[in-house]
């Protein structure tokens, strides 16, 4: 995989009180990634970014609000999230990158 693609493929972390405590717990990682993302590209794009072996990646899609702007009624984008579950041993340090 290029490095054009890998910077596609993955936004960043996704750093909630839910994912905090499911990365303590169970040693996963949540990212937001692409739409057209598939589980093989998200878990080579981590393997290449961050240097770890992941064992497992569970994908969801969030379905963007419903918001009002005064008269108007507006929609937010649709997004993707990854959880990945590192291999035994490997952790990321989401506070240094």
Same mark, same amino acid.
């Given at each position: 995989m290029n490095q054009e693609?890998?910077?596609q493929v993955v936004?960043?972390?996704h750093? %909630?009180?839910k994912t905090v405590n499911i990365s303590e717990v169970s040693n996963m990682? $949540?990212? /937001?990634? $692409?739409v057209d993302a598939n589980k093989l590209e998200i878990k080579k794009a981590i393997e290449q970014l961050f240097?770890?072996?992941?064992?497992?990646?569970? %994908?969801?899609?969030?379905k963007g @609000? /419903? /918001?009002?702007? *005064? @008269? !108007? %009624?507006? @929609? !937010? @984008?649709?997004?993707k999230k990854a959880y990945v579950k590192l $291999?035994? *041993?490997?952790s990321i340090d989401l506070a240094a990158e």
């Open positions: 693609r890998i910077y936004f960043g972390p750093v %909630t009180e990682q $949540a990212f /937001k990634v $692409a240097e770890v072996q992941v064992s497992e990646v569970r %994908t969801v899609s969030v @609000k /419903k /918001k009002n702007f *005064g @008269k !108007r %009624t507006g @929609k !937010r @984008k649709d997004w $291999a035994d *041993g490997q």
